[in-house]
């Protein structure tokens, strides 16, 4: 009895000793990196009792995994951001933030349990090795053979990655015949700007999908571009981006705002105040802007569109951001893991945090988005009642704080105008399938489209190949449609041209065509003018 007991206070006794440890060994840094853990000058009581568990206890214990278990345990009483990252799972946890992966270069999608490369990054390794689009993906390093079964995509990305420099043996089919590749692994960037182009001769369209390493030198260049095709108009689209590096968000805000303003500050218990101000002069302190943001808005994003907002600076469009307000800082430990700790909260110029309510369980906090859907207020406007405190901009418009970023202009989600029909097709993916084979069958014609606007022209998917997409959607995904009707003619063939364009010009051929149809692009056209 008294061993059962034991083994069920060992994770609290062993919590308590870190979480004591971290608080008197970390040295806390302004930018994110390198704490260093440090050990206690004079043993205490929980010390000793660790150390007997380890010479005394009956049986023997696993140090590690308890230790893992441990801060695990202790971590879940805290913020739901403050978390425990195992050794090897460092890179990968790591890795949105960096602008670049170590890879081959492909983009793959599994179809009848076969792996299909849909995408092959130019100028990279794969493409130096002679892989093209179309290819299957039939064994990797002899070993691994992978047609034909059920993988899910993290192993096959697995075995595909490696160290800059290596070389991995690829057995493919193409056209009936097996070949193989060698093909070696090298590191290539990956884009931070989905899409950068102009919607009309004086509005630009920019889209950042996260807060990474270069985001700002990424974001500069694309607004260089801009400028020189005569942009005096921008939506900014950060809807999706669930942050980054906050440096890189503040870098991108003193490009909007004028002067030395506050764009936002840290504070926490054991952090004192700190202001980060503009410090130069920006590349668009003049001109009309509008932000785009949803509920897949958080961190870094809101950050952004906190202090355009409460500047004045710009028209926040869409949908309650996320509502993550706290700041993590990551201190490294001795055996490899790494602890991200929530060190301070951080206020809009005006004084708000955002951070929604969170208490000890964290997977209601994590569901909290769904809970949104389904009390409908991601359909009706859910900003008519606000919960937090009210601040007024110099502009006299209230805002508030408190579970994330209210949008000036609420979109709703556009669920009441998607058929079953369609949902059906949606979550078996069987459009994006169907429009992969469908430009295989048509490669030569669709490979002469110059640019993605020239798909509305030349690809405008009617009867037959809506007749087409039902026989597939029942042959290959067991999606039983008998017909469609005149409305889902129309979104079937909007969601059709702009996974072509997709298919073809990648993200930013998708975003030129599905901006056409965005409610909330078209509300930001309307509202520059």
């Known amino acids: 009895m008294g061993s059962k007991k034991l083994q069920v206070w060992l994770p609290v006794l062993f919590s308590l000793a870190i979480v004591l440890g971290m608080l008197i060994g970390y040295q806390l840094k302004e930018e994110t990196s390198g704490g260093k853990f440090l050990g206690f000058s004079k043993r205490t009581s929980l010390q000793e009792v660790v150390d007997l568990v380890k010479s005394r206890y009956v049986d023997k214990v696993a140090s590690d995994s308890i230790n893992q278990l441990a801060v695990n345990q202790l971590l879940s009483h805290l913020d739901p951001h403050s978390i425990l990252i195992p050794s090897d799972q460092l890179d990968a946890a ?59 995509v993290e192993r096959v990305r697995s075995l595909l990655k490696g160290e800059t420099g290596t070389k991995v043996k690829i057995k493919i089919l193409r056209s009936g015949k097996i070949i193989e590749k060698v093909v070696e692994r090298s590191s290539f960037p990956v884009p931070i700007i989905d899409v950068a182009y102009m919607l009309d001769k004086e509005t630009g369209f920019l889209r950042i999908n996260r807060f990474a390493d270069r985001s700002y030198e990424a974001f500069m260049e694309s607004m260089g571009d801009l400028k020189k095709k005569g942009m005096q108009k921008l939506i900014l689209d950060l809807r999706g981006n669930g942050g980054g590096l906050l440096k890189e968000a503040i870098a991108i805000a003193d490009e ?21 101000r503009c410090r130069r002069d920006g590349i668009f302190e003049v001109g009309k802007l509008v932000v785009l943001v949803d509920e897949g808005s958080a961190s870094a994003s809101e950050v952004l569109a906190g202090a355009l907002q409460d500047w004045d600076r710009a028209t926040i469009i869409g949908r309650r951001t996320f509502g993550k307000g706290l700041v993590q800082q990551q201190f490294q430990l001795s055996d490899g ?11 809009t110029p005006l004084g708000r945090n955002i951070q929604k309510p969170y208490g000890k369980d964290h997977q209601e906090y994590n569901e909290e988005v769904l809970a949104r859907f389904h009390s409908g207020s991601m359909i009706k406007q859910d900003t008519s009642k606000p919960k937090g405190k009210a601040f007024k901009t110099p502009g006299g418009k209230l805002v508030y704080d408190g579970g994330g970023i209210n949008p000036d202009i609420f ?16 979550y078996r993916n069987s459009l994006s399938s169907f429009v992969y084979r469908f430009y295989l069958q048509n490669r030569i014609k669709f490979d002469q489209i110059a640019k993605p606007e020239d798909i509305l022209t030349t690809f405008q998917p009617g009867e037959k190949e809506l007749t087409e997409l039902r026989s597939f959607a ?56």
Request: net charge negative; no cysteine.
């Open 411 to 426: 979109i709703p989600l556009d669920t009441a105008n998607i058929s079953d029909n369609v949902l059906r097709l949606y």
């Open 256 to 276: 909007f705002l004028s002067g030395d303003k506050l764009i936002v500050y840290t504070e926490g218990d054991h952090q004192p105040r700190v202001d980060n």
């Open 474 to 529: 029942l042959s290959h995904d067991g999606v039983i449609i008998n017909n469609f009707t005149d409305k889902e003619k129309i979104q079937i063939s909007q969601r059709l041209q702009t996974l072509m364009a997709k298919q073809l010009w990648r993200m930013e051929g998708y975003f030129e065509i599905a901006n056409r149809y965005d409610a909330a692009v078209q509300k930001g056209i309307i509202s520059l003018k």
């Open 94 to 152: 790591e890795e949105h933030l960096q602008d670049n992966i170590k890879g081959i270069g492909i983009e793959f999608q599994v179809f009848d349990d076969t792996v299909n490369v849909i995408n092959v990054i130019k100028t990279g390794p794969s493409e130096k090795a002679g892989i093209e689009v179309g290819d299957k993906l039939i064994a990797i390093n002899d070993t691994a053979h992978i047609a034909g079964k059920f993988l899910r």
């Open 337 to 347: 893991s790494a602890v991200r700790l929530t060190i301070a909260r951080y206020y």
